[in-house]
Every structure is written in structure tokens, then in C-alpha cells.
């Protein structure tokens, strides 16, 4: 029986580590020095940036926490993240839930077909990454079903994210397609994954690394609505290096975290143009006189499917201001 001096000590030794799963009460955390798994608690209330966080720690995570018992341990500092991905929390939609943190990259997988493609969804999936300035993969899968016109719907949203500096790849998971230059991509690195379910994600991933089993479930509404299935991400070693996080698949994004200017500012290549806004780093481009945003659209040098889809997001985020400024609830 160690003496009660000893535990004393024991317990006071902070050791390293990266969480690789939450499952809400309790963090996954892998030794940095042994590579052991070590089950964390975490106590307290966390705050990140004055947001409300309904998870305080993140999948990626670099934390140190101090042994409680065997293979158990109360996290005591959380590192400071590199980045982070934050979306509103599927419960209460003013706090915001931390999805993950110290990533390299993320990467979104879509289609064309099968779903058909909600092409709004990566606009919204980007105002998650654009915050922090996330180098961000569009991988288009399922391309062995496009026709025709699917692959000139590809052909233009290829040419609209990359000239704004995104990655964008075709992929199809039963053919083979674009899997060498995605491994490329991911190897060494911390990447990021999502999708919207039964596009095929985890097909994909298994192409790339067949032993590999993605279980994260999905979320089947974040608009802060219904009742959810509370789901976390999950960190997995690749064999050929780095790490993907997986995470829980997703319907809708709605962004009542945000204020309208931030949601202007995420919108990387209207940002770009601001300063030449007259109301620069304040405009909304909307109306605004001499906007550099709206000048840029009439010239076709930004996209106005992006456009659109900014417009239908400011609109959302603005009513959702608007009521509760006007109601007591
Ligand atoms: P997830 O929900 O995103 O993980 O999607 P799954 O990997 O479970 O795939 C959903 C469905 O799409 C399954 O029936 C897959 O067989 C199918 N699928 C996935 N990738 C491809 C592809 O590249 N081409 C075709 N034709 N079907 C695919």
C-alpha cells in the first residue's frame, strides 16, 4: 500500500497528454509519454474568448491532468490551442460546443448526387473553419455516378473555392478515384473530417485505410430546434502518419453564436475586399454605398451562389437578434 504521503505526491504530478474522445462526462486522453489511454474528469467551469462553452475541453486537446487512480485522471490545465472549431450547441443555441482543436486542416466531404448536393452547406461548413483561418479540403465523393451536368456542377464549384484558395478534390470511394492524392494530403497531419451523412465519409476513409472504423453517429439537427442524440468527435492514428478527427454528422448549421460582422468577415474573399468598402471593416455589403463587395459582383469576380448564401445566412443570424431584442422569452 503506497503511504498516504506518496499518493499525496503522486497526485500532484501533472502529466501530458491529447484527448482523443469525449463522450461529455468523460475525456479520452492519450499519454504523450507512453502512449497509454488514461480516462480524465475535468471540474470547473470553462470559458473560451467571453463564449458560453458547453464542453470545456476538445477532442485535440493538449492537456495535462494528474493521476486520481489507476488508469483514471482529473485534467488540471488544458494547453493553449492552436485553433479551434466551434459550432453552436445543439442545445442551447447561444453557447457554443467545441467540436475540436489543434487541427492542421479540415476536410468536407460532399456529392452531387446521392444526396443531391446542398451546395448552402459548404458555405456554412466554411464559416466554421474561416474563423480561425483552417485550410479547408472539399472533397467531392461519389464521382462515378456524375453525369454530364454533375460534372459540370463540379467543374464550377471546383473554380469557385479554389480561386478563393480552398483545396477541392474528386473523389469516388468505390472506383478509386482521387484516394492517392487524398492520402498525400493527410499524411503528417492533423485533419479534420465531416460530412453530412451518406456521402459517403466513411467509404472513403476506409478506402484510404481499410482497418480503420469510423463510430461517431450524427446529429440529426444543430438549428437548436429539436431533441438531439448528443454524439462526439473521435481522434484516429493514420498508418501512413497523422490523425484524422472524425466527427458527428450534421443536417443543418445555424450560426445564432455569431454577429452579423462576423459572419462578413468569414466570408474570406469579401473580407479581402472590405477595405476598399467605404464603410470598410463595417460594412455589410448590402446596400452600402460604395461597397467593394457588391462592385465585385456586378464585375462576376465573386461568386454569387457564395453571395446568396452569405445573404441567407446574415438574414438568419440578424431575425434571430431581432427576436430577442423584441420578446421576453
Ligand atoms: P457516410 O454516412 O458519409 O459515412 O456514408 P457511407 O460511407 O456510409 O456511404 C453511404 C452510401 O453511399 C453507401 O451505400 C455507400 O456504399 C455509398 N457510397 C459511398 N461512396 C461512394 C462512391 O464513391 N460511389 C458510389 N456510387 N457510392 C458510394
Excluded at 21 to 31: A, D, E, H, M, Q
Excluded at 196 to 217: A, C, D, W
Excluded at 287 to 303: D, F, K, T, W, Y
Aim: charged residues 20%; hydrophobic residues 40%.
Amino acid at each position: 500500500m503506497p503511504t498516504p504521503q506518496l499518493l499525496k505526491f503522486i497526485k500532484n504530478i501533472l502529466i501530458q497528454g491529447t484527448v482523443i474522445k469525449s463522450t461529455g462526462s468523460w475525456y479520452i486522453v492519450r499519454r504523450t509519454d507512453t502512449q497509454a489511454i488514461v480516462q480524465c474528469r475535468i471540474v470547473g467551469k470553462f470559458r473560451l474568448e467571453n463564449m458560453v462553452l458547453t464542453n470545456p475541453v476538445a477532442v485535440g486537446d493538449i492537456v495535462q491532468f494528474a493521476i486520481e487512480s489507476e488508469g483514471k485522471g482529473m485534467i488540471k490545465k488544458i494547453m493553449p490551442r492552436t485553433n479551434y472549431v466551434a459550432r453552436q450547441s445543439p442545445r442551447r443555441k447561444h453557447d457554443v460546443h467545441l467540436l475540436a482543436s489543434n487541427i492542421d486542416q479540415a476536410l468536407l466531404f460532399v456529392t452531387i448526387v446521392e444526396p443531391s448536393l446542398k451546395q448552402g452547406f459548404i458555405d456554412r461548413f466554411l464559416l466554421t473553419t474561416e474563423p480561425q483561418e483552417i485550410p479547408t479540403i472539399i472533397g467531392f465523393n461519389k464521382a462515378d455516378l456524375y453525369d454530364a451536368d454533375d460534372k459540370a456542377i463540379y467543374e464550377n464549384m471546383k473554380a469557385i473555392y479554389e480561386k478563393i484558395g480552398y483545396t477541392v478534390l474528386l473523389i469516388s470511394a468505390t472506383e478509386g478515384v482521387g484516394l492517392d492524392a487524398l492520402t498525400t494530403l493527410l499524411t503528417n497531419k492533423i485533419t479534420m473530417i465531416s460530412g453530412q451523412s451518406g456521402v459517403g465519409k466513411s467509404s472513403v476513409v476506409n478506402g484510404i485505410q481499410p482497418e480503420m472504423t469510423l463510430k461517431t453517429g450524427d446529429i440529426s439537427d444543430y438549428s437548436g430546434k429539436g431533441q438531439h442524440t448528443t454524439t462526439f468527435a473521435e481522434m484516429h492514428p493514420l498508418s501512413f502518419g497523422g490523425y484524422l478527427i472524425d466527427t458527428p454528422g450534421i443536417k443543418t448549421l445555424a450560426f445564432n453564436n455569431l454577429e452579423p460582422i462576423q459572419v462578413a468577415h468569414n466570408f474570406r474573399e469579401f473580407f479581402a475586399l472590405s477595405d476598399d468598402c467605404r464603410f470598410g471593416g463595417t460594412c455589410l455589403h448590402r446596400n452600402e454605398p460604395n461597397c467593394a463587395v457588391l462592385a465585385a459582383l456586378e464585375r462576376e469576380e465573386i461568386s454569387a451562389i457564395r453571395y446568396e448564401n452569405y445573404l441567407q445566412i446574415l438574414e438568419e443570424v440578424e431575425d434571430q437578434n431581432y427576436w430577442e431584442r423584441h420578446t421576453d422569452v
